[in-house]
């Protein structure tokens, strides 16, 4: 099968486009054959050898965390999936990924993909959707009628944030730049900060409840978004290099937001995809061969809104 892989750690020029063996399912492990997976920040931290202490990974490693697709092998013990079913999942991070014509995975990672959109779009959802689940309700604790900042709202975990906090109820203040702040607004947000013309400890004039960064913004800029919490609140911060502020004084928590695979909470996000309530936004479809120019692009700062890599047709 042809897979793109990297035998080495650094640039994303270490990115090959080449055939290799296809993988066999063994005990509660599913085969599928992939429709697409998905670009993140993360793959180029991966491949560039940064993350070899929490992910380490077997090289030559294939790529892609996020993975849609139809099953086409079941291993020993699998219940619960049929072949031909079509899926979407977010992958072991340590394992091999979906950059490839075929992926195994683990049958309890995997959810029924959402009906209302093609499945190649569908691999957009797990790893972005399931960060801004589990920083909104599983840390934040969020409810109705509070008060949330989004600090960096324009990317991918910030579209799905958005859209969650607003249909539980929130009042959203969102930051993004001028290219996303249209789509911000769509998302739902009560108020857009541009963030390139305004601080954001000006702009925010009312205590939140919820502060939620996904932005790689300096560490006084960090330090100083818990003075806009109230007394209670949370700060939930994704950018895990620089830890989470807090403020014991007045019980602001700071919490670091490390992402994991959960089919339960990816199958309640494809619910509200297919009611319509959550809305999945792809900005590029690139063929699978052409990912190393996605790797290039991401890593000179030029790749935005996310982009969805389909795997050849069978």
Same mark, same amino acid.
């Given at each position: ?10 640039? &994303?020029?270490?990115?090959r486009?080449e055939?290799? /063996? ?6 509660? #492990?599913v ?6 997976t998905?670009? @993140?920040?993360?793959d180029? @931290? ?10 380490p990974?077997?090289?030559?490693? *294939? ?18 999936? /049929? ?18 014509e075929?992926?195994?995975? %683990?049958?309890?990672?995997?959810? %029924?993909a ?6 190649p779009?569908a ?9 801004a ?8 604790? !969020? ?8 600090n ?14 607003? @249909? ?9 730049? &001028? ?16 963030? *390139? *013309?305004? $601080? =954001?400890?000006?702009?925010?004039t /009312? &205590?939140?409840?919820?502060?939620? @960064?996904? +932005? ?5 800029? !960090? ?11 949370v700060? =939930?911060n994704?950018? =895990?290099?620089?830890? +989470?502020?807090?403020? /014991? ?19 309640? !996000?494809?619910?509200l ?13 690139? &063929?699978?061969? $052409? ?5 290039? #692009?991401? +890593? ?13 047709? +069978?």
């Open positions: 099968m042809k897979a793109v892989r990297f035998h080495e750690y650094g640039e &994303p020029s270490v990115l486009y055939d290799i /063996e296809q993988p066999v399912p063994g005990v509660g #492990q085969l599928v054959r992939v429709a697409a998905s670009f @993140n920040g993360v180029g @931290n991966i491949r560039g050898g940064f993350m070899q202490g929490p992910i990974v077997t090289l030559p490693h *294939t790529p892609g965390i996020d993975v849609s697709g139809t099953v086409e092998a079941l291993g020993e013990g699998v219940a619960g999936l /049929e072949i031909g079913d079509r899926v979407v999942g977010f992958l072991p991070m340590s394992g091999d990924g979906a950059a490839a075929y992926v195994v995975a %683990p049958a309890g990672i995997l959810t %029924p959402p009906t209302s959109v093609p499945l779009d691999a957009a959802l797990p790893l972005v959707g399931l960060t689940w589990q920083a909104l309700f599983d840390h934040a604790k !969020l409810t109705a009628g509070q008060r949330v900042l989004v960096g709202a324009g990317g991918a975990v910030g579209g799905y944030a958005v859209q969650l906090a607003k @249909n539980a109820g929130a009042y959203v203040i969102a930051t993004a730049g &001028p290219r996303s702040s249209r789509q911000v607004e769509t998302a739902g947000a009560d108020e857009v900060v541009d963030h *390139t *013309t305004t $601080e =954001v400890t000006e702009a925010v /009312e &205590p939140v409840d919820v502060v939620l @960064n996904l +932005a790689p913004i300096d560490p006084a800029q !960090l330090a100083a978004l818990p003075a806009l919490i109230a007394p209670g609140g700060l =939930v994704t950018t =895990v290099w620089m830890p +989470a502020p807090s403020d /014991e004084q007045r019980g602001v928590r700071g919490i670091d937001l490390f992402v994991r695979s959960d089919a339960e909470q990816l199958s309640r !996000l494809v619910a995809i297919d009611s319509g309530e959550l809305r999945v936004d792809v900005a590029q479809r690139v &063929p699978l061969a $052409e990912l190393p120019a996605v790797h290039a #692009q991401a +890593a000179t700062g030029e790749l935005h809104g996310k982009v969805v890599i389909v795997a050849p047709a +069978a």
